[in-house]
Nanobody, 115 residues
Framework: QVQLLESGGGLVQPGGSLRLACAAS????????VAWYRQAPGKQRELVAE???????NYANSVKGRFTISRDSAKNTVYLQMISLKPEDTSVYYCNTVIQNTAYWGQGTQVTVSS
């Protein structure tokens, strides 16, 4: 098993930046990819970004060029750097990994983009 703990959310003005962190309870980067999802009220959860075992990254079209996913293996932590934030980025952001066909989720961190 693995526990995922997100942090770094908050209230930011449009055009602002935030960096989210997802800390894993043990080393997983050599066995599983890690992804960030988000879910806004009344909407389905959507994939935002993922980083593969090889360190390749993929992004939703809506965040390309603004969000960057990265990882620090020494800290068992994945980051999501978000810049040029828009009101439509307002969501609860979740960290996710799948290990041996079992999905693990963090508790989520709220990001609110508003003036």
């Amino acid at each position: 098993q693995v526990q995922l703990l997100e942090s770094g959310g908050g209230l930011v003005q449009p055009g602002g930046s935030l960096r989210l962190a997802c800390a894993a309870s043990r080393s997983i980067f050599n066995i599983a990819p890690v992804a960030w999802y988000r879910q806004a009220p009344g909407k389905q959860r959507e994939l935002v970004a993922e980083i593969t075992l090889l360190g390749n990254t993929n992004y939703a079209n809506s965040v390309k060029g603004r969000f960057t996913i990265s990882r620090d293996s020494a800290k068992n932590t994945v980051y999501l750097q978000m810049i040029s934030l828009k009101p439509e980025d307002t969501s609860v952001y979740y960290c996710n990994t799948v290990i041996q066909n079992t999905a693990y989720w963090g508790q989520g961190t709220q990001v609110t983009v508003s003036s």
